[in-house]
């Protein structure tokens, strides 16, 4: 059966219609800042939620592990159906799912009804993601769409720069379960805009694709050495970042002794950094290109991971030692990876949504391993989390050098 799509939006280098582009794009940060939002919210209450459900911190981390790991199996189905069914419907189907399982969250009377809930939130949270990425390569060619992806994440990075100091917030005045609360709302807020204003734009609604064919699509993905190149080096600087993510928290409040609010406050120094460096991607990879701007955020990350080490191995134990080359590390980020997203969907660009979806489980799939280690390892010290941050950007540093030429 064929499917009678809408036209797509005007493209921004269109001239006229740049008026309604931007009200496209900001429409494509809102659904991103869907899942980063479930992950950054309540990072600041995982002390206090350990307290309350009366159960350690590694279990209370684990919820973190396990919404990053369903993304990444999220994307492998979500990118495909996309493609098959269009980009509009699916990202609204996703959006009622994160809503749900924000609200199973909310409710939840023990860790493993938070669990459930967290992964039926990621299922559903991780389409803004793959399909926001997806829906700019169907617009634009591959150097064009990088600085597009950069424009989009850094409006994105917005989300996890005040979701901490607002879910600490929200902890202090009324209790953890406030901040999923908080999601829900977000959730319909993000689902309504989408049903309002999104046409479709994927180029291939309605044709049959078969499982032979998706699998067919997926060899040419996996026995590309260009997309596990731009995969893994992606898959490096967003384990560091979650290998921070999931242990900050417990650094902060556990080990210097600062509560919920501060650590809050001090993350939005990450955040900041983070859209800095895509503003960057934004401004000047069409001008330097993709490989100049990997490579010049690869170097500002792996560096800025070393001097947190040193910075800790002469003792200094006060945030700004650990968040300053964060800030650093997030500013390499923003200028790495929407340059290899750009060249993951690029490969096979009537794909762009299984190769959006592809390169998005590799990436979320590291990040959930890396998380979950350092979460069993913090038993009162920061050097399982510093040292799992210096060694996913080498290998990073080591995989764009290699794969990527």
């Not at 494509?28 to 950054?40: D, E, F, K, R, T």
């Not at 805009?193 to 994927?202: F, I, Q, S």
């Not at 000047?284 to 010049?296: A, D, E, K, L, S």
Request: charged share 10%; aromatic share 10%.
């Amino acid at each position: 059966m064929q499917h009678t799509s809408p036209s797509p939006p005007p493209a921004p280098h269109r001239g006229p219609e740049a008026s309604s582009t931007r009200s496209f794009i900001l429409l494509l940060v809102m659904v991103a800042a869907v899942s980063p939002l479930g992950i950054n919210l309540y990072l600041p209450s995982m002390p206090g939620m350990a307290r309350m459900l009366q159960v350690d911190y590694a279990a209370i981390q684990f919820t973190l592990s396990v919404y990053i790991a369903a993304i990444a199996v999220g994307q492998l189905i979500i990118g495909p159906i996309s493609d098959r069914y269009g980009r509009r419907p699916v990202l609204l189907g996703g959006l009622a799912i994160f809503v749900v399982g924000s609200v199973i969250c909310m409710l939840a009377p023990n860790i493993g009804t938070l669990i459930a809930g967290r992964v039926i939130q990621a299922l559903g949270g991780c389409a803004g993601i793959a399909l926001s990425r997806a829906i700019v390569r169907d617009l634009y060619e591959r150097d064009r769409a990088a600085s597009m992806i950069g424009y989009v994440t850094m409006g994105m990075a917005v989300a996890p720069m005040v979701a901490p100091t607002i879910g600490g917030a929200l902890e202090a005045t009324f209790d953890w379960r406030a901040g999923f609360a908080f999601l829900t709302l977000f959730g319909v807020a993000a689902l309504w805009a989408t049903y309002r204003r999104l046409h479709e734009t994927a180029p291939r609604v309605g044709v049959t694709s078969s499982a032979s064919q998706l699998a067919r699509d997926y060899g040419v993905l996996l026995r590309s050495r260009v997309f596990w190149g731009y995969a893994l080096t992606a898959a490096g600087s967003g384990a560091a970042f979650f290998a921070f993510v999931g242990g900050a928290a417990y650094v902060v409040v556990n080990l210097m002794g600062r509560t919920p609010v501060e650590y809050g406050m001090y993350f939005a120094l990450v955040s900041v950094g983070y859209m800095l460096g895509n503003f960057g991607s934004g401004r000047y990879t069409t001008r330097f290109g993709p490989r100049r701007m990997m490579n010049v955020g690869i170097v500002l990350s792996t560096t800025a991971a070393f001097v947190m080490a040193g910075l800790h191995a002469a003792g200094l134990m006060h945030p700004l030692a650990f968040f300053l080359p964060m800030l650093v590390v997030a500013m390499g980020n923003g200028l790495t990876l929407p340059s290899c997203v750009a060249g993951a969907v690029s490969v096979k660009p009537d794909v762009a949504g299984a190769a959006s979806g592809l390169a998005g489980s590799i990436q979320m799939g590291a990040g959930a391993v890396v998380a979950a280690v350092v979460g069993t390892q913090l038993q009162g010290s920061a050097w399982p989390l510093i040292l799992a941050m210096v060694g996913c950007m080498v290998f990073s540093f080591l995989t764009l050098r290699v794969l990527v030429r």
